[in-house]
């Protein structure tokens, strides 16, 4: 929603509207989501190739986020979500980031959401666990789901409040990192003189050097703009009803696929809990799919790349 109010904010304040700063916050949250899915896609077109790339899709995006915000950090002052709506980071006093401010942003915009990722999904198995009574869970695991959840609620309060103040001008940071950072978001100062990239190419005014640059950052905004689309599009899309849609026929059954009909394919019983694995089809004990994935993240029939919290539980309507 913010996204959309965004698009249409006057831009004539001297501070960036409430919108603007959700909206880049909500870009920013998209860039790991998409690049998960993209990860998946490359698997599931060749398994053998990109395995290890879901397998370590989280590591590798740390890698390329930290790149993709420190080149934005050095260039424009800004995250890529912030340079993407016209917004740039400065001190409390109107100074541009220092050296202390730059490493900073960089613990708050990497470092930290990466192990946000890792510690929402191994709280997120504990709850999994939590839920069924075959699976143990300690004491510890118990507390570490009570702390996640008031830390999570804590977090939303404190920004809530932070927003309020910034409405009122009590504050002029706009986020809780940004005033424990002492910085704050203005509008990025370009000067009017300068010319845009698609102005310079079509004048044969750029070096290869300043058109190799150029065409990166303008098809890494185009991406995001076309991110943004697709989050507003499914957004306005998510009413429609499944029981419209076509009946899908299941696929044939591999040479597998028999052996272990009516039996979970690890403890070769009667299925406890039944549970399939969506990334491959077939159907195990809750317990069996759960630990085998906690040791190895792949399907145990197909070896396809999968996790724990892929499973999706079975009801039995009779």
Same mark, same amino acid.
């Given at each position: 929603m913010a996204a959309n109010v965004?698009?249409?904010?006057?831009?004539?304040?001297?501070?960036?509207?409430?919108?603007?700063?959700?909206?880049? #916050?909500?870009?920013?949250?998209?860039?790991?989501?998409?690049?998960?899915?993209?990860?998946?896609?490359?698997?599931?077109?060749?398994?053998?190739?990109?395995?290890?790339?879901?397998?370590?899709?989280?590591?590798?995006?740390?890698?390329?986020?930290?790149?993709?915000?420190?080149?934005?950090?050095?260039?424009?002052?800004?995250?890529?979500?912030?340079?993407f709506y016209g917004l740039q980071r400065v001190t409390s006093s109107n100074q541009p980031l220092t050296e202390a401010h730059y490493k900073l942003s960089l613990i708050f915009l990497v470092v930290l959401p990466y192990l946000k990722i890792k510690i929402d999904e191994q709280i997120q198995l504990y709850r999994v666990e939590n839920a069924e009574s075959y699976?143990?869970?300690?004491?510890?695991?118990?507390?570490?789901?009570?702390?996640?959840?008031?830390?999570?609620?804590?977090?939303?309060?404190?920004?809530?409040? #932070?927003?309020?103040?910034?409405?009122?001008?009590?504050?002029?940071?706009?986020?809780?990192?940004?005033?424990?950072? #002492?910085?704050?978001?203005?509008?990025?100062?370009?000067?009017?003189?300068?010319?845009?990239?698609w102005t310079a190419l079509f004048r044969g005014q750029l070096s290869f050097t300043d058109l190799?640059?150029?065409?990166?950052?303008?098809?890494?905004?185009?991406?995001?703009?076309?991110? #943004?689309?697709?989050?507003?599009?499914?957004?306005e899309r998510a009413n429609y009803s499944f029981t419209s849609l076509p009946t899908v026929p299941p696929p044939p059954l591999d040479s597998k696929a028999g052996a272990f009909k009516g039996r979970c394919p690890i403890c070769l019983q009667s299925y406890k809990i039944p549970t399939v694995l969506p990334v491959s089809g077939y159907v195990f004990c809750f317990p069996c799919i759960v630990r085998h994935l906690q040791r190895d993240t792949r399907c145990p029939v197909t070896r396809w790349p999968a996790k724990s919290l892929d499973v999706i539980r079975l009801y039995d309507s009779v």
């Open positions: 965004a698009h249409y904010t006057a831009t004539i304040e001297t501070e960036p509207s409430i919108f603007e700063v959700i909206a880049q #916050q909500s870009l920013n949250s998209l860039l790991h989501p998409a690049f998960h899915k993209f990860t998946r896609f490359l698997a599931q077109v060749n398994a053998n190739r990109f395995s290890w790339l879901v397998q370590y899709s989280d590591e590798v995006f740390l890698v390329l986020n930290g790149l993709l915000q420190s080149h934005y950090l050095r260039t424009t002052g800004a995250s890529f979500a912030e340079y699976l143990h869970i300690g004491l510890c695991k118990r507390a570490s789901i009570f702390a996640h959840s008031f830390f999570h609620v804590s977090y939303g309060f404190w920004t809530f409040v #932070q927003y309020l103040r910034y409405l009122s001008n009590t504050s002029c940071h706009q986020t809780p990192p940004l005033q424990l950072m #002492q910085l704050k978001l203005v509008y990025l100062a370009t000067p009017e003189f300068m010319p845009s990239f190799r640059a150029g065409l990166l950052q303008n098809l890494l905004e185009i991406s995001a703009f076309f991110m #943004q689309f697709l989050q507003v599009w499914n957004t």
